[in-house]
């Protein structure tokens, strides 16, 4: 099973992939981000985010796609602008006809490492035990979304699929 994670940003979105045989074989795919440049326009970087994300699951053909989902944030503007891209994502996925899946931070960080308030760097052992990695993904919203993708093998896969 192909799944891709995504960190939803307006800036930037990290993009993580994996293939899953079974919960216990899970293999890094590719990681990367899609960005979009400050000072354009709003309406532009959604329109930018949609045509990038479309081109890629045309490309990778994933079977399940793992968005995270919001949490509110003390700056209500990043917040905002977040949450209209995390729209976009949302709407690429279902015009492909993607399912989709949105854990909570909490779900996901319980998920990888067994605790729901785990740090970044308990996250990040976890992400390079279980997919095999002698060093950590970057950028770190690339490899947040590696870490959703694992999410997805984890939370969404059986165990008996090979």
Not at 18 to 34: D, K, Q
Not at 69 to 78: A, D, I, Q, S
Not at 91 to 110: A, F, N, W
Request: charged content about 25%; some cysteine.
């Amino acid at each position: 099973m192909r799944i891709i994670g995504i960190d939803p940003g307006l800036a930037r979105i990290g993009i993580g992939i994996v293939e899953a045989e079974n919960v216990h074989r899970i293999h890094p795919v590719e990681w990367l981000t899609i960005e979009t440049k400050a000072g354009i326009a709003t309406p532009e970087r959604l329109r930018e985010i949609h045509d990038d994300l479309a081109a890629l699951v045309k490309d990778i053909k994933p079977d399940l796609a793992v968005v995270e989902r919001l949490f509110f944030e003390t700056n209500v503007k990043t917040a905002m602008d977040v949450a209209q891209a995390r729209g976009v994502i949302l709407l690429t996925l279902g015009e492909h006809g993607i399912r989709t899946v949105e854990p909570t931070p909490l779900q996901l960080k319980s998920c990888i490492t067994g605790d729901g308030k785990a740090d970044k760097r308990q996250m990040q052992d976890m992400l390079m035990r279980i997919l095999s990695l002698t060093n950590m993904p970057t950028p770190d919203d690339a490899a947040d979304a590696l870490a959703l993708a694992v999410y997805g093998a984890l939370a969404q896969v059986p165990a008996h699929i090979s």
